[in-house]
């Protein structure tokens, strides 16, 4: 991680923040817990890198895992992260299908089962 704590934080450009919460359906890639509190993550730890590629939704307690050091736990890595968004987003894409036109509870019923 850069040292973040000596550098400038530049805002999240609203249209990026947005698209990258509603490609993760306001959902935590890791956990993929529904209605949890949701942060923004950059996951190369640059806070003015805010390419949508360089971000991912978490909630609480997985940004914090992803953040900072766990004691003797291990840390979640960036490249772990990419792999949960990119699995994530993948899964969220093939439900949103024309079938379900609004129908969150359809939809959910499929990938949350």
């Keep these: 991680m850069l040292g973040v704590e000596s550098m400038v ?8 923040a947005d698209q990258v919460v509603f490609d993760n359906d306001h959902t935590c890639c890791v956990c993929r817990v529904r209605f949890r509190p949701v942060q923004i993550h950059h996951i190369d730890g640059n806070p003015n890198n805010n390419s949508r590629d360089n971000l991912a939704v978490l909630c609480l307690e997985h940004h914090n895992q992803a953040s900072y050091p766990q004691g003797f ?14 699995d994530w987003e993948e899964l969220v894409r093939s439900k949103r299908a024309p079938t379900y036109k ?3 509870k359809a939809f959910y019923a499929t990938i949350c089962g």
């Design 9 to 16: 934080r530049k805002k999240i450009p609203v249209t990026n």
């Design 73 to 86: 736990g291990r840390r979640i890595s960036s490249g772990e992260i990419r792999k949960y968004k990119a």
């Design 102 to 104: 609004g129908d969150s």
